[in-house]
């Protein structure tokens, strides 16, 4: 445990809880998730920064003892979701491949992440279209099974229908184009 130091000077043990509403992790863990963890991840991130790097740099600079204080630091988990080869660019490619499926994404990133010591877990237990994540807060396994549709940026066809109706002709003249491209790419 980390410990503080009462007025006296005298250490005393504590245990620090941080507790950020919106994980998530269920028995099918699918699109909606991993977007909700990541952003968990992100505020992860700056908390601890903001909180734990700040506080510590000002102290020092203040010249104000404090002993370290020991933090998780996350980078590796947003880098394996956001970074380079991490599975959200990933999955913006599948997203743009003629014929992509989930299980093709997955298995990109079981080939993109097959080092130890990483927090993406593959097992072969998991379904073709499965994956996890040792997010600070814990591991979840991911079922991609809609990730593709779900990331296409489409908008419901009801918003259009809504759109298309406004009085404001600049949103009127935008959704009409959509719905336009809509029926010739169904040609």
Do not use: W
């Not at 980390?2 to 007025?7: I, L």
């Not at 700040?54 to 988990?77: A, H, M, R, T, W």
């Not at 489409?154 to 959704?175: E, G, M, R, Y």
């Amino acid at each position: 445990l980390p410990s503080g130091r009462d007025t006296s000077g005298k250490p005393y043990p504590y245990i620090g809880l941080l507790d950020i509403f919106g994980f998530e992790s269920f028995n099918v863990n699918d699109f909606e998730q991993i977007c909700i963890n990541h952003a968990n991840e992100v505020l992860q991130k700056k908390f601890t920064h903001d909180i734990f790097t700040s506080v510590q740099d000002e102290y020092k600079s203040e010249g104000i003892y404090l002993d370290d204080v020991p933090f998780v630091d996350n980078c590796d988990v947003l880098n394996l979701i956001e970074g380079k080869m991490g599975v959200i660019n990933m999955l913006n490619e599948e997203c743009v491949i003629p014929k992509s499926s989930e299980s093709n994404f997955v298995s990109k990133l079981n080939m993109a992440h097959n080092k130890p010591r990483t927090r993406f877990i593959r097992k072969k237990t998991f379904a073709p279209n499965q994956f996890g994540i040792k997010h600070y807060a814990g591991n979840v396994i991911y079922t991609a099974n809609t990730f593709i549709a779900k990331n296409l940026d489409t908008l419901p066809q009801d918003v259009i229908d809504a759109t298309v109706a406004s009085n404001n002709p600049l949103i009127k003249q935008f959704c009409l184009a959509i719905q336009r491209e809509k029926k010739s790419n169904k040609r």
